[in-house]
């Protein structure tokens, strides 16, 4: 195996700062290139060669060209809408970013490689939905405008692996990530001092561990699949079975009341909600993992539950200390 | 008593990755149980032809407004064959508070080809009602008449799970919430599939929903071995329709001749 040159966006994220630790202790991994217009941690910063960018910013093309990487991790696609934030400037960020991104990696000769951390909430959440969504069903229209981004960049990663042919392309799709390193919608709201759920509703959940969600994009660079895959720590958990493990007071709201008080809640400090979330505290999504499994050949180190409990006991050590 | 109620109305203990909660389960049966020999006195033949494992379908008939023949026919293979039922359930259902969470953790699952397909290679023992919603929202002049099994879709699922189908019929279920009527306009209002007009319901508010104490008779037939036409001919449509009709004529047969053994429809 020739030595590899890799580059990764959203480097000074979570993920992107986790797998650039993780790929340059990898012994055949020469270089790491890591875009973001924030500054990574000194110890990323200073092993890394490091492009100041923006995604959308026009000299993308020639940075990546001149970066010569035979593996792109898009690690900088949102898991949740972040909201307060417009719809369209969400829109931008994810799939115009994206956009070009790919239009760059599609002219890159040397690219055999291309991960996309992506999300689960493509399949969005529905009362009739599959109780375990395989790869394949992520093609009816999508609820929100958030699922419909996502179903854009799908479409535009589908549109390179058919150009290239030489480039694996593979697809993540990464149920919602729990950990004490974390701040998303959904980590906000199980650290939240009361977690408003939906009375009359136990959805099922599925989460996967902080640990685990940098450990599959290492794989994915490793052994890419051509396609989506499914990832989650295996098994589910319903919504209140959860919030009692991690020592949270539930308070339930009548569903048609949860909108409006969701935005009480936040004028009083509870973190903010957007529609997927909401639909999410409602029905929850399940996935399918046997591609996870026996494709891309990853096992997580944590199921649902022992993320949950792993996420809990961290909360208790940090809320002592 | 106390702690039987905190199991039904509190937070599940340990839910299998489909929300089906044993615990939930064995905390409802004694009410249940009243339902089946106290209030419907149920008579179930037949049970001998449910597999004792492994995977396999039962197909019945449905009717009476409210699905109250899904809890009855699994309880009849609680007692008989001791296994547990996963019933494929209207989406519709899982929409409301408290019934969506309940049906769940008693086993049921949104009515979809993939969730059956999936439960049955995980070697369950699935509940379909092909009927669906046509089934018990028929008016009581059309009682024990079964509605078209639609395009045959559980056949086709059958065949590539490679799972037998037991025929199922059920005697008593259309007698519990006799329909009149309907209030489309209402039913429209609020949402719902249907809004039923029963003697009991409007007019009686709430107490409507006690469901008549009718009698009922439910028959197991033989399983049918779909496994020498292979999973492939789930896509041989003149072979699923024939099939699903077959099956339809055995179940309505066996519910007329259940409906003659039974004699009085409440006494």
Not at chain 1, 87 to 108: C, E, I, N
Not at chain 1, 217 to 231: I, Y
Not at chain 1, 235 to 246: D, V, Y
Not at chain 2, 173 to 199: D, N
Request: glycine share 8%; charged share 20%.
């Amino acid at each position: 195996m020739p030595a590899r040159r890799i580059l990764i966006t959203g480097v000074a994220n979570f993920w992107g700062t986790g797998l650039a630790r993780a790929l340059l202790a990898d012994p055949d991994v020469e270089q790491v290139v890591g875009i973001d217009t924030r500054e990574p941690p000194s110890d990323v910063a200073s092993a890394i060669r490091l492009i100041d960018a923006d995604l959308r910013t026009p000299e993308l093309r020639t940075l990546i060209r001149a970066a010569a990487v035979d593996a792109i991790v898009h690690a900088d696609v949102p898991q949740f809408p972040e909201p307060g934030r417009a719809a369209r400037q969400l829109h931008d960020l994810t799939v115009m970013g994206t956009l070009q991104l790919l239009a760059a990696a599609g002219d890159l000769p040397t690219l055999r490689t291309l991960v996309v951390r992506g999300s689960a909430s493509i399949y969005g959440s529905e009362p009739a939905a599959p109780a375990f969504f395989s790869e394949e069903m992520a093609l009816r229209p999508g609820a929100t405008r958030f699922q419909r981004d996502l179903q854009e960049i799908e479409t535009l990663v589908g549109g390179l692996a058919r150009r290239r042919a030489d480039v694996t392309c593979t697809m993540l799709r990464l149920q919602p990530v729990i950990g004490v390193q974390l701040d998303t919608p959904i980590t906000r709201l199980l650290r939240a001092p009361v977690v408003p759920v939906m009375l009359g509703f136990d959805p099922r959940v599925q989460v996967l561990h902080e640990d685990d969600s940098v450990a599959v994009l290492r794989q994915a660079v490793h052994h890419p699949v051509a396609g989506a895959v499914n990832v989650a720590g295996p098994g589910t958990i319903s919504l209140n079975a959860a919030i009692r493990r991690m020592g949270r007071p539930a308070v339930p709201v009548p569903h048609p009341f949860f909108g409006p008080v969701a935005g009480v809640a936040r004028r009083i400090g509870l973190p903010p909600m957007s529609d997927d979330t909401i639909r999410y505290l409602r029905y929850g999504r399940g996935v399918a993992l046997e591609r996870m499994t026996n494709e891309l050949g990853f096992t997580p180190s944590y199921d649902t539950r022992g993320a949950i409990d792993a996420v809990a006991a961290d909360l208790r050590k940090a809320a002592a200390a | 008593m106390i702690g039987r109620l905190r199991t039904i109305l509190g937070p599940p203990a340990d839910e299998d990755a489909w929300g089906y909660d044993e615990r939930f389960v064995r905390a409802s049966q004694p009410l249940l149980d009243l339902l089946y020999d106290r209030w419907w006195r149920v008579t179930a033949t037949g049970a001998q032809h449910l597999p004792a494992s492994g995977r396999a379908m039962i197909a019945a008939n449905h009717a009476g407004v409210v699905p109250w023949d899904g809890a009855m026919v699994s309880t009849a293979v609680r007692r008989h064959n001791g296994r547990d039922t996963r019933a494929l359930v209207l989406n519709w259902a899982f929409e409301l508070p408290w019934a969506g969470t309940a049906i769940r953790r008693g086993g049921g699952v949104p009515a979809s080809p993939a969730n059956a397909r999936r439960l049955l290679e995980e070697d369950h023992l699935v509940l379909v009602f092909p009927e669906g919603a046509k089934g018990i929202s028929k008016p009581f002049s059309e009682r024990y008449r079964l509605e078209r099994f639609g395009r045959g879709g559980f056949v086709a699922t059958a065949l590539r799970a490679g799972a037998p189908i037991v025929p199922c019929a059920v005697v008593g279920s259309e007698e519990i919430h006799p329909k009149l009527a309907e209030a489309p306009g209402v039913a429209k209002l609020l949402g719902m599939p249907y809004l039923p007009i029963t003697p009991t319901f409007p007019l009686l508010g709430p107490l409507g929903a006690v469901p008549l104490p009718s009698r009922w008779r439910i028959e197991f037939c033989p399983p049918i071995d779909l496994s020498a036409y292979g999973p492939e001919a789930a896509s041989d449509r003149r072979l699923v329709l024939e099939l699903t009709d077959a099956i339809r004529e055995q179940i309505q047969a066996k519910v007329y001749e259940n409906l003659i053994k039974r004699e009085g429809a409440f006494l």
